[in-house]
């Protein structure tokens, strides 16, 4: 039994440098999200303003005059769906279609704030049980620079993990609505064009 247990203690230990590199580049991440969410938030309250403009005071001329106006807000991916739709405004079968890539694409977007979400805690998890082995065996030595560096170690991993957990939230959350919101518009425009 002896010899299992330092086999697992020897695997645990090892991974503890792959788990704070992982951690680590999972902030890098977080921060690159948290930095370009200023710039998507403005961007999605414009084209979300100018499409509910539209679905309120629906007509159809406005709609290719509200999709001129998207055109010129590059980087929205509602836009490039909402002239592919427009495009073949005559074939329902192949707007339903592009609804659907739609929120496969959306899928895709989001799953990149689901993964801080999850593996943020779970690898801060893992970093902060890892070095209590180490921490615990100090204790017994009485080495207590040991122990406090590895009690360091394993408090640093839970606060990170929890950071990039927490902008992953937030960035989920902004992205979710504004996409839903986007799908019940594109649905209604959709039920608009096809019954003309």
Known sequence: M???????????????IPVVLLLLSLLARAIWILAGLYGDVKLHRRVSSVIKDTVRNYSYERLQCTLGNLKEMKGCMVTEYLARIMDHKDDHAYCEHELADFQVDVQKILVKYRMLIKFGPML?????LIPMGPALVGLAVGDISSMAYNMQVAFATTVIGMLEAGIGLCALQLNQRFYAGCLNDLEFIIAKITDR
């Open 2 to 16: 002896k010899i299992i247990s330092e086999i697992l203690f020897t695997v645990s230990n090892g991974l503890l």
């Open 124 to 128: 801060g998890l893992m970093g902060t």
